[in-house]
């Protein structure tokens, strides 16, 4: 019933004009001419990315939107060119050396957080 519908990844921010700057400047997404009040949209790959106004801040503590990508070391250096902080890690099963992470079988990720905090995987399988 859905398969053939188009489908977005949502993020809340408490200052959307600051978001917008973000996702737009920082990391290099469209905006959609499909954008209303309180919300923007973004065009990526197909894809979209749906950032909305609200007054509390997020709280999830898991990755909220992964983008794929064929070049995870490539990408990383583009987005701390533009001052992007990657997260660092050191668990049993996952560790990052420069900001990525490599697991054997799956691919490698990256993880940075935007101005609210909503967390930003970049994934390049194997």
């Given at each position: 019933m859905l ?11 408490t ?13 290099g ?5 499909e ?9 990526a ?5 749906l ?5 509390s ?5 898991h990755?909220?939107v992964r983008f794929?990508t ?5 990408d990383?250096a583009a987005?701390?060119a533009?001052?992007?902080?990657f997260?660092?890690?050191?668990f049993p099963?996952?560790k990052t050396v420069?900001?990525v992470a490599t697991?054997a079988g799956v ?6 957080k935007d101005?609210d ?10």
């Amino acid at each position: 019933m859905l398969a053939n519908r188009k489908i977005s990844a949502v993020l809340c921010s408490t200052d959307l004009e600051r978001s917008r700057r973000f996702y737009e400047e920082t990391v290099g997404l469209t905006v959609s001419p499909e954008t209303i009040p309180n919300h923007v949209l973004f065009e990526a790959g197909g894809t979209t990315l749906l950032v909305y106004g609200r007054p509390s801040p997020n709280h999830a503590d898991h990755t909220q939107v992964r983008f794929w990508t064929d070049d995870v070391a490539g990408d990383v250096a583009a987005l701390r060119a533009r001052g992007v902080e990657f997260e660092e890690y050191d668990f049993p099963a996952l560790k990052t050396v420069d900001g990525v992470a490599t697991t054997a079988g799956v691919g490698r990720s990256a993880w940075f957080k935007d101005p609210d905090g909503n967390t930003i995987a970049l994934f390049q399988p194997e």
